[in-house]
């Protein structure tokens, strides 16, 4: 499974789930659309971070890095690769 998959399945499942999978475009925007908050951003990023590998406590974190899957996908490239 791809990790653009897996992604979609945690904000599905997590923020949306009256959504299928195959409905989310990884350009969707999850913040100015409201479906990912403030407080749910934070959850977003620690899941991340767990999910993934990444170091979140160690490096420089934008919410524009969590706007959508994409972005998401960029940012565990950018910093599994530093």
Excluded: C, N
């Amino acid at each position: 499974m791809s990790a653009a998959t897996v992604i979609k399945q945690h904000i599905v499942s997590e923020y949306a789930p009256d959504t299928s999978v195959d409905e989310l475009p990884s350009s969707y925007d999850l913040l100015d659309t409201g479906l990912v908050d403030s407080l749910a951003l934070l959850g977003l990023i620690t899941w991340v971070g767990e999910r993934f590998g990444v170091p979140v406590d160690e490096v420089e974190i934008s919410p524009d890095d969590f706007r959508s899957v994409d972005a998401i996908l960029r940012f565990i490239e950018i910093t599994k690769s530093a």
